[in-house]
């Protein structure tokens, strides 16, 4: 069946009155979470062209349209079960001020010597995830930083996950 009026067209002039605003959307973020569900975000904004052509925000109450999302869930599957990363022991040399420990690595630090301690946590359940000094626990937290005193024998400090 043909349509008896002449097809409208897909373009409005606007060079006496400026056009109707609507609304732009950005493109999605990354999904916030490496595993799991995160979120996404993306900018929205309500925008118009004046009497000339040129492009112009404007408020959001001149969008008549119902405003877009800008953020929404994601899910990039599970994240699986904890695994140690590491059961790596290391020996501190003088030079190191700066270390990396794996869930379940342990670190000696000698007389002398200070050093920060990282211990990634990244699919773990960061509220089981401890420090011990010697092996007793001290505290939860992503870094540790240590001075062992010249006086004092060496310590073990270990990252470990309950």
């Keep these: 069946m043909e349509c008896p009026l002449p097809k409208p067209s897909e373009t409005e002039n606007c060079g006496i009155v400026e056009c ?20 996404q975000t993306r900018s929205v904004m309500c925008e118009g062209r004046d009497a000339r052509g040129r492009r112009e925000i404007r ?9 877009p999302a800008s953020v929404q869930m ?33 670190a000696t630090l000698y007389q002398g010597t200070s050093i920060k301690i990282k211990c990634p946590r990244k699919n773990f359940d960061k509220k089981k995830i401890y420090w011990t000094k010697n092996g007793k626990r001290i505290r939860n937290d992503g870094n540790l930083c240590f001075f062992t005193p010249r006086n004092s024998f060496s310590q073990k400090i270990a990252c470990l996950f309950s």
Excluded: D, H, M, Y
């Excluded at 605003?21 to 979120?39: K, L, V």
């Excluded at 109450?61 to 405003?67: F, I, Q, S, T």
């Design 59 to 67: 408020s959001e109450r001149e969008c008549r349209a119902e405003k």
């Design 74 to 106: 994601c899910s990039l599957g599970s994240c699986g079960k904890p695994q140690l990363l590491s059961n790596r022991v290391f020996e501190q040399n003088a030079s190191e001020k700066k270390l990396t420990l794996g869930i379940g690595g342990v």
């Design 20 to 39: 109707p605003a609507s609304w732009i959307t950005g493109e999605w973020t990354e999904c916030s979470a490496s595993c799991g569900s995160g979120e």
